[in-house]
């Protein structure tokens, strides 16, 4: 456990002093302000995004947009890009025996690592979803937010329904870093760490847009991405947020496990 | 002696696959089995009804217009196909919910009762995507233009023109 912890905190330090973390942590920030400030310069709404329709009525509906832009496109890469390289790395360096010869054993390194790409996902979302409420907040207005069932939700309740949103799609985030730092175990490579869950993230946004397939659709990590559709809608629903956090936390258990039991396996012996 | 060894030190990884197969097959079995109601004439209608009534009086309050009753008893109708002219009139109750499945092609139809005591009746065109959430757009000549201006002489989006609504499923 105290490896553990030690090897954490090396890790905590590796990736803040990377500039690509920086870059993408700094972009997390900045990119809300720059759409949310393009959004007041223009006529013209998102209309084909959920809660774009009302980004000129009031500025709870922009973190909603941003939030369904990223986690169709943008987020599986964000989070593969640290998380795929994060055991990669070592190899890319050649430093896993020098690691290995530490007191810290695997299990405390994989630990490590795993908890140190985790904490990188859940600031990464926290980031960019407290910086488009706040863009949204300050550049449109706090009027009342237009839910899906047509009725006012009032300011104080939007912020917390927001906020919630984004909460949500943590278990899908972290499913994403599970499954990055799985490749990144895999392949060890940090390229193919970062592409193959991106790609699989795509190739499941398009698989939720197939029509009858529904019980696949249910176990995709990215039905985890919609599930807050029901904090919106004047009777509120919470069970996709309860079946797709379910099968999000099936895929970290399970991307971990294996990842865990092929580092254990590994012979380094040989190279 | 060494085929059985190998198989031994495979075994761990197969299994967590198999495993993990298992418990995502489980939870999609527990997901169906749980009584969703899914994509349907009857679920839209019960959900375009209330959402346009909101919409209706989000619009006059956008408008500034103080009467809101005049859409408390908006109900509607979905069925899917059927080529229902946007606007047209129908006798209310003369079509009844059907269809089923996410995707274009959805017809709702508002049945509204008019100030003047009539029943008017909008033909909203659905697109239904399979998470359940769709947008309903509604006849131009009769809900008014894409943007309307409110008193204070801002442009905001039409409620009625286009809305979006999301289905338990």
């Known amino acids: 456990m105290r490896h553990a912890l030690t090897a954490y905190r090396w890790e905590l330090e590796k990736l803040t002093a990377q500039w690509r973390v920086r870059a993408v942590l700094g972009v997390a920030v900045a990119a809300p302000w720059l759409f949310v400030a393009v959004l007041r310069m223009q006529d013209a709404v998102p209309a084909d995004t959920l809660f774009g329709r009302w980004v000129h009525l009031t500025g709870f509906a922009a973190p909603l947009v941003v939030l369904v832009f990223t986690t169709q496109y943008a987020l599986p890469l964000a989070i593969s890009l640290v998380a795929g390289d994060v055991f990669a790395a070592e190899d890319r360096y050649g430093t896993w025996k020098m690691l290995l010869t530490r007191s810290a054993g695997r299990g405390a390194l994989f630990a490590g690592k795993a908890l140190a790409a985790g904490t990188y996902t859940v600031v990464l979302v926290a980031l960019l979803g407290l910086s488009s409420l706040a863009a949204g907040v300050v550049v449109l207005g706090h009027d009342p937010l237009v839910g899906l069932s047509g009725t ?66 249910r176990v995709l990590l990215t039905a985890n991405f919609d599930a807050w559709h029901g904090l919106f809608t004047a009777h509120r629903f919470y069970q996709p947020l309860v079946t797709t956090g379910l099968v999000s936390a099936t895929y970290l258990v399970a991307c971990l496990g294996i990842g865990y039991l092929l580092l254990h396996r590994r012979d380094f012996a040989e190279g | 002696m060494s085929g059985i060894r190998r198989s031994s030190t495979r075994s761990p990884l ?156």
């Not at chain 1, 490749?183 to 398009?206: D, E």
């Not at chain 2, 169906?32 to 619009?59: D, E, H, K």
């Not at chain 2, 409110?150 to 989006?157: L, Q």
């Open chain 1, 152 to 217: 006012l939700i009032t300011a104080g309740t939007a912020t917390g329904l927001v906020l919630a949103a984004w909460a949500s799609v943590l278990p899908a985030a972290l499913g994403f870093a599970a499954l990055a730092m799985l490749c990144s175990v895999a392949t060890r490579n940090g390229p193919a760490g970062i592409i193959v869950p991106t790609l699989v993230g795509l190739l499941m946004q398009l698989g939720s847009f197939v029509n009858g397939v529904d019980p696949l659709r």
């Open chain 2, 14 to 169: 197969a299994r967590a696959a198999t495993r993990m197969t298992v418990l995502l097959a489980g939870i999609a079995l527990l997901a169906t089995g749980c009584g969703t109601s899914g994509i349907t004439g009857a679920s839209l209608a019960a959900n375009v009804g209330p959402t346009f009534r909101n919409m209706y009086r989000l619009q006059q309050r956008l408008l500034g217009d103080a009467d809101q009753s005049t859409a408390d008893n908006a109900w509607a109708r979905c069925f899917r196909g059927g080529a229902v002219k946007p606007g047209a009139t129908a006798v209310p109750g003369s079509t009844r919910n059907s269809g089923s499945g996410a995707g274009t092609g959805w017809t709702c139809l508002v049945h509204w009762p008019a100030p003047d005591g009539h029943t008017q009746t909008l033909g909203y065109e659905l697109s239904v995507q399979p998470n359940g959430c769709y947008t309903a757009q509604g006849p131009s000549g009769y809900v008014g233009q894409q943007d309307i201006r409110t008193p204070e002489g801002k442009t905001v989006t039409n409620p009625l023109f286009e809305f979006d609504g999301c289905l338990t499923i």
